[in-house]
């Protein structure tokens, strides 16, 4: 009986130090914030192509003196994601803390509804409660107003062409509880046909989370097949080869004349295996980008040393040298920005490359590596591109440094160096590519349904010889 007291009382505590509520002192969230934006001056090629250094020192002035004696390491990771992404480059950032994380999968609950915002408006859309109605206009949630709860849209990290009222829209809920939490009861105060009510909602079952596979591949007509590529991240390359091997092969044995690439969904991860898949479909040669800004650093060796060159490994140091970016990253003074101009890139040839019609569906979700394989597939000009624009623009920040606040333990990164797509210019810079023919995307929820559509374009581009 004791024992088994005492394991209860240990567990207990175990629950409580887990939900319990880690605090730092002001001067230790100060000096936190002033770590990050240090590390970002030394890193980060242009800190300030959004920003003014003026504005984003009123700023970072402003946040240092809403800090009381003492800020909880929550409160002060929605400070630090907010004041990371004013930045803007998609790349640079602090994450919200584990601990807000957990917590939001532990509640497995959600908002009973979506939203959808229009102009300085949210409105109630597709309710699962009998309390709301489609298009009721939401003044305010716990007494949180709209104002407020649209400036959830800080915490969304992305450039500053990213559309973060999309990401919003579709991660309500989510972002809701990062910002301000909820419990199991919310109250709603909303308009409806020119009456304000307050409205007692409850939190649904969050529906359990199914992992996309990585890349998966279906055929949705005789001929019309679809790759789908979720993510260009922690991919094994021998088995990511093998697939492509069996599809490719696959799609030949059944003479099959259409291809489509999904990438929608794909957020990034390694552009190498965007490069892989090029000559399956016929891509003899790529570029991703017309040029690199890269600035080399103290915090940037430091990171790359410790990484990547392991202590047995030194007296080999000085050899990285003969390596172009070896020399750049490593051996130039701090502070200093190599302009790397890039040429065309030659692929190894596949035995089952295919030749056929080849179209690529992209969404604002596609973005990294994801974005740079629709650049190098425009680029070639191998076939066409339907859906969204991409989520990111022609110019931008990529490969960041980890950066650990040392008070906080909060995670984050700054980038180092500046891209330019190929076909990159002045007038273009911050815009984000397009697709050929556009598709609203919300209007295919059904996948049947976007399949019947993609099939319709298809038929209709052999038909009149391509879609230009």
């Excluded at 209860?8 to 100060?30: D, H, P, V, W």
């Excluded at 040029?291 to 060159?309: D, G, L, N, V, W």
Aim: proline letters at 3%.
């Amino acid at each position: 009986m004791k024992k088994n007291i005492f394991i209860l009382i240990l567990l207990l505590g175990i629950i409580t130090k887990s939900n319990s509520q880690k605090y730092i002192s002001r001067q230790e969230a100060i000096n936190d914030i002033d770590f990050f934006f240090d590390q970002a001056e030394q890193i980060h090629p242009n800190l300030y192509f959004s920003i003014s250094k003026d504005d984003l020192d009123k700023i970072i002035s402003k946040e240092k003196e809403n800090i009381n004696d003492s800020i909880s390491i929550d409160n002060f990771s929605r400070k630090m994601t907010v004041l990371a992404n004013l930045i803007g480059d998609g790349h640079t950032n602090v994450y919200l803390s584990k601990n807000l994380r957990n917590l939001y999968y532990a509640e497995k609950t959600q908002l009973p509804f979506e939203i959808r915002i229009t102009g300085d408006k949210i409105f109630v859309k597709n309710p699962v409660t009998s309390q709301l109605k489609d298009n009721d206009n939401i003044l305010s949630i716990n007494n949180i107003p709209t104002n407020k709860l649209l400036k959830l849209k800080k915490l969304v990290i992305g450039d500053i062409n990213t559309p973060k009222i999309k990401e919003i829209e579709k991660y309500f809920s989510y972002y809701l509880f990062m910002g301000y939490g909820f419990t199991d009861t919310i109250s709603l105060n909303i308009k409806r046909n020119g009456n304000r009510l307050t409205k007692p909602v409850t939190l649904s079952k969050r529906k359990k989370y199914v992992k996309r596979k990585k890349y998966s591949f279906t055929y949705i007509a005789d001929s019309v097949g679809v790759l789908t590529i979720n993510s260009f991240s922690g991919i094994h390359k021998k088995r990511y080869i093998h697939f492509l091997d069996s599809v490719f092969n696959d799609i030949k044995m059944k003479k099959v004349n259409n291809l489509i690439i999904d990438v929608r969904n794909n957020g990034g991860g390694n552009s190498y295996y965007g490069a892989l898949l090029l000559p399956y479909v016929n891509v003899e040669k790529y570029r991703f980008n017309q040029k690199y800004f890269i600035k080399t650093s103290k915090p940037e060796k430091k990171y790359i040393r410790k990484r990547f060159i392991k202590w047995y490994l030194y007296p080999l140091y000085p050899f990285a040298y003969f390596s172009k970016m070896g020399r750049i990253l490593l051996f130039k003074k701090n502070g200093t920005i190599t302009e790397l101009q890039l040429e065309d890139e030659y692929l190894k040839p596949v035995e089952n490359s295919f030749n056929g019609n080849v179209y690529v569906l992209t969404s604002s979700n596609t973005y990294s590596a994801a974005a740079d394989f629709v650049v190098a597939f425009r680029y070639v000009n191998r076939g066409h591109i339907i859906g969204e624009a991409i989520g990111q623009p022609y110019c931008g920040f990529i490969d960041k440094i980890p950066v650990h606040l040392p008070n906080s333990e909060l995670q984050g990164g700054v980038s180092f160096k500046k891209y330019e797509y190929i076909g990159a210019n002045k007038d273009n810079c911050n815009q984000r590519l397009k697709p050929d023919i556009k598709i609203d995307f919300e209007k295919y929820k059904e996948k049947e349904r976007l399949n019947k559509e993609l099939i319709e374009i298809i038929t209709n581009a052999n038909r009149i010889g391509g879609l230009d």
